[in-house]
C-alpha cells in the first residue's frame, strides 16, 4: 500500500490545520492507521491511531484534547485535526498503517508502510 501525507504547512501559534493520509494499491480497511511527527535531532513520536472500523483511537497524552483522529474508508483517507497548536508542534509528520489484525501500537517499529511526510510549522 502506498500512503501520501498531505495538508501540511504554516501556521499560526494557537491555530488548527488538518493534515491527510491517502492511502492506495491495498485494502486500506484491513489496517489500522497511526500518526507520528519527527522533529530534528528526536526520535519519531507517536501521535495517534485509529483501528480500521473507527471504533477505536488512541491518543498521545501530549496531544490528547487538542488532536483528533477520523477516517473516511470509502475515500481511502484518515484525517488528524489538529488544534491549539503551539511552537512544539512543528515537526514533519508522518501516516503508517499496520494489519488490523494487530493491536494498535505506538512503535513506529510496527508499523509497516509509511508515508513521505508533510512538515507542519507553527508560528510563534
Known amino acids: 500500500v502506498q500512503l501520501q501525507a498531505s495538508g501540511g504547512g504554516v501556521v499560526q501559534a494557537g491555530g488548527s490545520l488538518r493534515v491527510s493520509c491517502a492511502a492506495s494499491?491495498?485494502?486500506?480497511?484491513?489496517?489500522?492507521v497511526g500518526w507520528f511527527r519527527r522533529t530534528p535531532g528526536k526520535d519519531r513520536e507517536f501521535l495517534a491511531a485509529i483501528t480500521w472500523s473507527s471504533e477505536s483511537t488512541y491518543y498521545a497524552d501530549s496531544v490528547k484534547g487538542r488532536f483528533t483522529l477520523s477516517r473516511d474508508n470509502a475515500k481511502n483517507t484518515v484525517y488528524l485535526q489538529m488544534n491549539s497548536l503551539d511552537s512544539e508542534d512543528t515537526a514533519v509528520y508522518y501516516c503508517?498503517?499496520?494489519?488490523?489484525?494487530?493491536?494498535?501500537?505506538?512503535?513506529?517499529?510496527?508499523?509497516?508502510?509509511w508515508g513521505q511526510g508533510t512538515l507542519v510549522t507553527v508560528s510563534s
Open positions: 503508517a498503517v499496520r494489519p488490523s489484525w494487530y493491536s494498535v501500537s505506538s512503535y513506529s517499529k510496527d508499523y509497516s508502510y
Open positions: 494499491g491495498g485494502t486500506f480497511t484491513t489496517y489500522t
